[in-house]
């Protein structure tokens, strides 16, 4: 049975390709027609000349004897014989035409398809020809030919000499509208476009002649004047600054797929899959070619990026240098302290970062690694300096490491770092240049991917200017349209400057008038706003049919998705928070499960969370966030408890501060010297950013309806909202109690919308809000919600 089953199952295919060819015969066979249409194309215009002549041999083609005088002797003779002159004459020429096409299609391994709509057109052209040359070209038959001149001949019996006029004429209007697509309006800009150009150049003419003119007065006067000196101008007023262009992106490398071998023994065709395009496909690609990709960044246009002088070198010119006197000292210290506790060394390496030397050793066989770790403390009051660091082992090195700061640190400038090759070449998301890791390399990583960074370290060890270079890092690569931030400061001064990029880089809530929030109840509004742009976020992904942000702008700036439905292109949101253990203090809950919910969903939309705190103990940093925020940045902390809060891991007590940080993102930590921007620099840089064309006002957050406000369950049907029948009539229809949907259905902004869903609560008809989930709609049809509207 499995036998006949399996037996039976190519015969459908067989079927279906009956006249299939091979690549290698398609390209043999396209040759051989394009060959063909040239000997064609040859005779017939040889026969032009020569039909006289040749015609007398056509009936003697077997005597060799006789020659013929085409360029393509007796079998040119006839066979244009046969088109051109029992055929369709002149017109004839666009038979080799059609079968060059046909070869070259066939040659390339073209759609054969497209092809049969040109021979469809040829064919008609050529009648059309024939039958016109036939109709007026009586006395050289030739040019249309015996079929030209029959058809005119039976036509003209039937619709006389008008009637043939006629149709030629409907002939030939139907060619050019539908082949040609010429309309009026066409014709008319065409003929108005010659007239301009004429007119243009005459008037150019007409120039060129006066300037003559005056040339030859000029010289005739100045021969006559006296000479005077003539004095130039040659101050000129450099304005221009060497502009930091963003970097085109580029891909470097070339994939070749290469081409299977023709196998010899048993040869398989696979039939080409053409795909059938969809109709939003069809609809995408016509606005494309129409109007282009959607650009967001079109509305600012003239952008400028920020320019790379706006940021200091802090000194920092010739990179690091090197005290070798230190290095040795340091080294003899190492060795003779592990000497004392019998820790012999069988080889030793430094590698010289900007604020620490990394010296990794090699212990003698038989040594124990945490004896080496136990002895930390030692090594540093040998060492006398604080700071060491000591990582054993330094994971995939198989080394130990000790870290000891440098006497004489050197600054890394965030000049340095967004100058870096790495940085302007980085193809992330949203990039941020943190500074230099310990053998100097500039430390780059994708916000994106993190997602959400939790940054830790006490007082006046660098957080601000670690969230300054995150912040400047990404003006330095991100246009307006791309990413909009939203900056929480509770202690009032650290990110008041960045007020002056409200209108180009900040979110904020509708109807608040400082873009930058310090307010605590305010601070709750604004994320449980964003958990209103996160739900609303994720219905738009669904309705695009798309898993993440990345994908959904990517659809949306190809033209697939409609902004008629709700869509729009949607920036990166940042939320920075300078204090959270403030929030945390006087907010708690209120802040902290909107914050974890953010955390735990947002990554997928776009927002990205970067929360800082001076006290990382386990109430500020409770669990729920921890384990959402996968990304830590520890600057210098007080005591190993906080250290273990915020990383995991002993180590961030022993930085040396001033920028000093440790990096995980998971197992590894890196020690990076955080890159310096100082108050200056940005303020300069928000200055060169705000003193630019800005959009009318700052990003708008949806609108959140706090639940002190008692509005959201007053069940007053006096003050319902016009919509608000309708509104309930879609939600029922839908079984789906969504905001979003309203608004889409009746054409509503989110807030209108939002506020009906909530009278839609008051009166029973959907449940309350469940978070990224619809609402529960309680009325199951129409009839039910009838009742209960004709009952109130
Ligand atoms: N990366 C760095 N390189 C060099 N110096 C730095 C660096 N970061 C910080 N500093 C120095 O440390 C000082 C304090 O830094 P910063 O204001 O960022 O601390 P902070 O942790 O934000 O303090 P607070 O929590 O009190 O606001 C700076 O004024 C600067 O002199």
Same mark, same amino acid.
């Given at each position: 049975?499995?036998?006949?089953?399996?037996?039976?199952?190519?015969?459908?295919?067989?079927?279906?390709?009956? %006249?299939?060819?091979?690549?290698?015969?398609?390209?043999?066979?396209?040759?051989?027609?394009?060959?063909?249409? =040239?000997?064609?194309? %040859?005779?017939?215009?040889?026969?032009?000349?020569?039909?006289?002549?040749?015609?007398?041999?056509?009936?003697?083609?077997?005597?060799?004897?006789?020659?013929?005088?085409?360029?393509?002797?007796?079998?040119?003779?006839?066979?244009?014989?046969?088109?051109?002159?029992?055929?369709?004459?002149?017109?004839?020429? =666009?038979?080799?035409?059609?079968?060059?096409?046909?070869? =070259?299609?066939?040659?390339?391994?073209?759609?054969?398809?497209?092809?049969?709509?040109?021979?469809?057109?040829?064919?008609?052209?050529?009648?059309?020809?024939? =039958?016109?040359?036939?109709?007026?070209?009586?006395?050289?038959?030739?040019?249309?030919?015996?079929?030209?001149?029959?058809?005119?001949?039976?036509?003209?019996?039937?619709?006389?000499?008008?009637?043939?006029?006629?149709?030629?004429?409907?002939?030939?209007?139907?060619?050019?509208?539908?082949?040609?697509?010429?309309?009026?309006?066409?014709?008319?800009?065409?003929?108005?476009?010659?007239?301009?150009?004429?007119?243009?150049?005459?008037?150019?003419?007409?120039?060129?002649?006066?300037?003559?003119?005056?040339?030859?007065?000029?010289?005739?006067?100045?021969?006559?004047?006296?000479?005077?000196?003539?004095?130039?101008?040659?101050?000129?007023?450099?304005?221009?600054?060497?502009?930091?262009?963003?970097?085109?992106?580029?891909?470097?490398?070339?994939?070749?797929?290469?081409?299977?071998?023709?196998?010899?023994?048993?040869?398989?065709?696979?039939?080409?899959?053409?795909?059938?395009?969809?109709?939003?496909?069809?609809?995408?690609?016509?606005?494309?070619?129409?109007?282009?990709?959607?650009?967001?960044?079109?509305?600012?246009?003239?952008?400028?990026?920020?320019?790379?002088?706006?940021?200091?070198?802090?000194?920092?010119?010739?990179?690091?240098?090197?005290?070798?006197?230190?290095?040795?000292?340091?080294?003899?210290?190492?060795?003779?302290?592990?000497?004392?506790?019998?820790?012999?060394?069988?080889?030793?390496?430094?590698?010289?970062?900007?604020?620490?030397?990394?010296?990794?050793?090699?212990?003698?066989?038989?040594?124990?690694?945490?004896?080496?770790?136990?002895?930390?403390?030692?090594?540093?009051?040998?060492?006398?300096?604080?700071?060491?660091?000591?990582?054993?082992?330094?994971?995939?090195?198989?080394?130990?490491?000790?870290?000891?700061?440098?006497?004489?640190?050197?600054?890394?400038?965030?000049?340095?770092?967004?100058?870096?090759?790495?940085?302007?070449?980085?193809?992330?998301?949203?990039?941020?240049?943190?500074?230099?890791?310990?053998?100097?390399?500039?430390?780059?990583?994708?916000?994106?991917?993190?997602?959400?960074?939790?940054?830790?370290?006490?007082?006046?060890?660098?957080?601000?200017?670690?969230?300054?270079?995150?912040?400047?890092?990404?003006?330095?690569?991100?246009?307006?349209?791309?990413?909009?931030?939203?900056?929480?400061?509770?202690?009032?001064?650290?990110?008041?400057?960045?007020?002056?990029?409200?209108?180009?880089?900040?979110?904020?809530?509708?109807?608040?008038?400082?873009?930058?929030?310090?307010?605590?109840?305010?601070?709750?509004?604004?994320?449980?706003?964003?958990?209103?742009?996160?739900?609303?976020?994720?219905?738009?992904?669904?309705?695009?049919?798309?898993?993440?942000?990345?994908?959904?702008?990517?659809?949306?700036?190809?033209?697939?998705?409609?902004?008629?439905?709700?869509?729009?292109?949607?920036?990166?949101?940042?939320?920075?928070?300078?204090?959270?253990?403030?929030?945390?203090?006087?907010?708690?809950?209120?802040?902290?499960?909107?914050?974890?919910?953010?955390?735990?969903?947002?990554?997928?939309?776009?927002?990205?969370?970067?929360?800082?705190?001076?006290?990382?103990?386990?109430?500020?940093?409770?669990?729920?966030?921890?384990?959402?925020?996968?990304?830590?940045?520890?600057?210098?902390?007080?005591?190993?408890?906080?250290?273990?809060?915020?990383?995991?891991?002993?180590?961030?007590?022993?930085?040396?501060?001033?920028?000093?940080?440790?990096?995980?993102?998971?197992?590894?930590?890196?020690?990076?010297?955080?890159?310096?921007?100082?108050?200056?620099?940005?303020?300069?840089?928000?200055?060169?950013?705000?003193?630019?064309?800005?959009?009318?006002?700052?990003?708008?957050?949806?609108?959140?309806?706090?639940?002190?406000?008692?509005?959201?369950?007053?069940?007053?049907?006096?003050?319902?909202?016009?919509?608000?029948?309708?509104?309930?009539?879609?939600?029922?229809?839908?079984?789906?109690?969504?905001?979003?949907?309203?608004?889409?259905?009746?054409?509503?902004?989110?807030?209108?919308?939002?506020?009906?869903?909530?009278?839609?609560?008051?009166?029973?008809?959907?449940?309350? %809000?469940?978070?990224?989930?619809?609402?529960?709609?309680?009325?199951?049809?129409?009839?039910?919600?009838?009742?209960?509207?004709?009952?109130?």
């Amino acid at each position: 049975m499995a036998k006949k089953a399996t037996k039976s199952k190519p015969k459908p295919t067989k079927k279906r390709t009956p %006249f299939r060819l091979s690549k290698q015969n398609k390209i043999i066979l396209g040759s051989l027609l394009m060959l063909f249409s =040239i000997a064609l194309f %040859f005779s017939f215009i040889s026969f032009y000349f020569n039909w006289q002549d040749d015609q007398s041999l056509l009936s003697e083609f077997k005597d060799r004897n006789e020659l013929a005088k085409n360029l393509l002797n007796k079998f040119g003779a006839s066979i244009s014989h046969f088109f051109m002159y029992k055929g369709f004459g002149v017109a004839s020429l =666009i038979v080799p035409f059609l079968i060059c096409i046909t070869g =070259i299609y066939l040659f390339l391994g073209l759609p054969l398809k497209a092809l049969f709509k040109k021979w469809i057109w040829g064919l008609l052209f050529i009648i059309w020809i024939s =039958i016109t040359l036939g109709f007026f070209a009586t006395s050289s038959p030739l040019l249309g030919g015996l079929v030209g001149f029959e058809m005119n001949d039976f036509l003209q019996d039937y619709a006389g000499k008008i009637g043939v006029l006629l149709l030629l004429v409907f002939g030939l209007i139907f060619i050019l509208v539908r082949l040609f697509d010429v309309t009026p309006e066409g014709i008319l800009s065409f003929f108005k476009s010659r007239k301009e150009a004429i007119s243009t150049e005459f008037k150019a003419n007409q120039e060129r002649k006066a300037s003559k003119k005056k040339e030859q007065e000029d010289i005739l006067t100045t021969s006559l004047e006296e000479e005077t000196p003539v004095i130039l101008d040659t101050y000129t007023h450099k304005t221009e600054i060497p502009h930091l262009e963003k970097e085109e992106k580029t891909n470097d490398f070339e994939v070749t797929i290469p081409e299977p071998e023709p196998e010899e023994t048993l040869a398989m065709e696979v039939e080409s899959v053409i795909e059938e395009p969809e109709e939003i496909d069809v609809l995408a690609n016509k606005l494309v070619d129409d109007f282009g990709e959607f650009d967001p960044t079109l509305e600012l246009g003239n952008y400028k990026f920020p320019h790379i002088d706006l940021l200091d070198q802090h000194g920092a010119t010739g990179g690091i240098t090197i005290n070798q006197e230190e290095l040795e000292e340091n080294k003899n210290k190492i060795v003779e302290t592990l000497k004392n506790y019998k820790i012999g060394i069988a080889q030793i390496k430094a590698t010289i970062g900007p604020t620490v030397t990394l010296y990794e050793i090699v212990p003698e066989a038989g040594v124990r690694i945490s004896k080496i770790k136990n002895l930390e403390d030692d090594i540093a009051l040998s060492l006398a300096a604080l700071g060491i660091r000591i990582i054993a082992p330094i994971p995939g090195k198989g080394t130990i490491g000790i870290e000891v700061p440098n006497k004489n640190s050197s600054i890394v400038s965030m000049r340095s770092v967004i100058a870096s090759s790495k940085f302007q070449k980085a193809e992330m998301e949203l990039p941020i240049a943190f500074g230099k890791t310990i053998s100097n390399e500039t430390f780059v990583v994708d916000l994106a991917k993190m997602p959400h960074l939790l940054m830790a370290g006490a007082t006046g060890q660098g957080k601000s200017v670690g969230l300054n270079a995150v912040l400047t890092s990404l003006l330095y690569k991100k246009h307006p349209a791309e990413v909009k931030f939203i900056l929480v400061d509770p202690k009032k001064v650290e990110l008041t400057l960045y007020n002056k990029i409200e209108r180009h880089f900040l979110a904020k809530l509708p109807d608040s008038e400082e873009a930058i929030i310090t307010d605590n109840t305010k601070v709750i509004h604004t994320l449980n706003s964003l958990c209103i742009e996160m739900d609303n976020r994720y219905e738009l992904l669904k309705l695009a049919m798309v898993r993440n942000l990345k994908e959904y702008n990517t659809k949306f700036k190809a033209r697939k998705l409609n902004p008629n439905d709700g869509h729009k292109f949607l920036p990166y949101i940042v939320l920075v928070i300078d204090e959270f253990a403030d929030l945390i203090m006087t907010a708690g809950k209120e802040v902290e499960t909107p914050v974890a919910r953010l955390a735990q969903l947002a990554r997928a939309i776009g927002i990205h969370l970067i929360i800082a705190t001076q006290r990382p103990s386990v109430n500020v940093i409770t669990g729920i966030i921890k384990a959402n925020f996968p990304a830590r940045l520890a600057f210098r902390v007080t005591s190993k408890i906080d250290s273990r809060t915020i990383l995991d891991t002993a180590g961030a007590d022993q930085l040396i501060g001033r920028g000093d940080m440790l990096f995980t993102q998971g197992n590894d930590v890196t020690r990076i010297q955080c890159a310096f921007v100082d108050t200056p620099e940005v303020a300069k840089i928000v200055e060169f950013i705000g003193s630019q064309r800005a959009y009318p006002d700052a990003h708008e957050l949806p609108e959140y309806v706090g639940e002190d406000s008692g509005t959201s369950l007053d069940n007053n049907v006096s003050d319902r909202d016009a919509k608000f029948r309708e509104a309930a009539e879609v939600i029922v229809i839908a079984q789906q109690g969504s905001a979003s949907l309203i608004q889409r259905k009746l054409k509503l902004g989110y807030n209108r919308a939002g506020r009906i869903i909530d009278q839609l609560e008051a009166a029973g008809i959907v449940g309350p %809000f469940e978070g990224s989930k619809a609402r529960q709609v309680y009325v199951s049809d129409m009839v039910a919600l009838q009742q209960i509207l004709d009952n109130e």
